[in-house]
């Protein structure tokens, strides 16, 4: 359970990107503003993910918040927003976290330094990730065996 929610908290705090475009297929309004058809309309998911109207100290790495709890359809949207069957909620979305939620306890009983190095995440890239990627060294398992890499 924990690492699943561990998974949920990489994908909130660290999206995959900062947000998603499409275009509008009709005239509509939302919110009362106008947006026309063929208007380039973009998904903030960066800010949906640290939003503290939904989030509790929304910059705070917390799994604790998916402990037991399932996030809504449209709370958590790391990788777009809606129903992946019909809408524009990414088809994989299953797969990374079932992926995340394995790979996270193996990764966990790991032993590495991790060098100084630039770890600000910029959001006008896709996929978002730290400028110099993430460099480890020294990787052995917790029981100080050495590990390949």
């Given at each position: 359970g924990?690492?699943?929610?561990?998974a949920?908290?990489?994908?909130r705090?660290?999206?995959?990107?900062?947000?998603v475009?499409?275009?509008?297929?009709t005239?509509?309004?939302?919110?009362?503003?106008?947006?026309d058809?063929?208007t380039?309309?973009?998904?903030?998911?960066?800010?949906?993910n640290?939003?503290p109207?939904?989030w509790?100290?929304?910059?705070?790495f917390?799994?604790q918040?998916?402990?037991d709890?399932?996030?809504?359809?449209?709370?958590?949207?790391?990788?777009?927003?809606?129903?992946?069957?019909?809408?524009?909620?990414?088809p994989?979305?299953?797969?990374?976290l079932?992926?995340l939620?394995?790979?996270?306890p193996?990764?966990?009983?790991l032993a590495?330094?991790v060098?100084?190095?630039?770890?600000?995440?910029?959001?006008?890239?896709?996929?978002?990730?730290?400028?110099?990627?993430?460099v480890?060294?020294?990787?052995?398992?917790?029981?100080?065996?050495?590990?390949?890499t």
């Open positions: 924990y690492a699943l929610a561990f949920q908290e990489v994908r705090f660290y999206p995959f990107a900062p947000f475009g499409g275009l509008a297929v005239d509509l309004r939302w919110r009362g503003e106008r947006i058809a063929g380039m309309v973009l998904l903030d998911i960066y800010g949906q640290h939003d109207e939904l509790e100290d929304p910059y705070v917390s799994p918040r998916f402990v709890r399932e996030p809504g359809r449209d709370e958590l949207i790391p990788q777009g927003g809606g129903d992946a069957g019909t809408g524009h909620r990414c994989g979305e299953d797969i990374t079932a992926l939620a394995t790979l996270a193996r990764l966990a009983g590495y330094d060098p100084a190095q630039d770890l600000r995440i910029p959001l006008r890239r896709i996929p978002t990730r730290p400028r110099s990627g993430f480890v060294s020294g990787v052995r398992s917790s029981s100080n065996s050495s590990v390949r």
